[in-house]
């Protein structure tokens, strides 16, 4: 609407100049109205509209154990000393990290692909290949977080513990950061 209403200004200034009768005041003014694309109601998800509230809290429970046993074991390297006996053997700071990277990188891989097996139920809609890679980047952002975590710590027990209340701790605070949003 406003692009003819530019046009036709343009055009009668152009005509008028030029002496010539405007083709434009002759022509009747079409009349525009927008209208929303025709699409289909919306249906609503029987299993999803009554469980979407507690997916997060299904996913932050299920990597628990992944959290802990990953924290367990990099701390418990440290409280036995086991890096520095193989610092010893000439073993350098580069190939211990690459080893445990490889060690959870695949353990976390084959953890996605089992989750990715079993979600194809629940998301029917998705990709399997995008639900495959979201959920081994999050495993992948949870083994930085374990990383992070052990360095804090110089006794397995107490890192494994503390590490999952971290690790909960950002659920329940994203789920507050949601809750004051509404």
Known sequence: MAQQMVQDYVLGATFEKKGLANPVSERPFVNFAFQNMPLPSYQKDGFWGS?????AIFVTVAFIYPVSSMIRELVMEKETKIKEGMKMMALSNGALITSWILHFGI???????????????LFVYS????????????????????????????????????????????????????????
């Open 51 to 55: 469980v979407k509230s507690l997916f």
């Open 127 to 182: 990709d399997s290949k995008i639900i495959f890679v979201y959920f081994f980047m999050f495993l992948n952002a949870l083994m930085s977080f374990c990383y992070w975590v052990s360095t804090l710590f110089s006794r397995a027990k107490t890192a494994s513990i503390i590490g999952v209340m971290l690790y909960f701790s950002g659920y329940i605070i994203t789920e507050g950061v949601k809750s004051s949003d509404r």
């Open 107 to 121: 353990t976390y891989w084959i953890l996605s692909v089992v989750v990715t097996i079993f979600s194809n139920k």
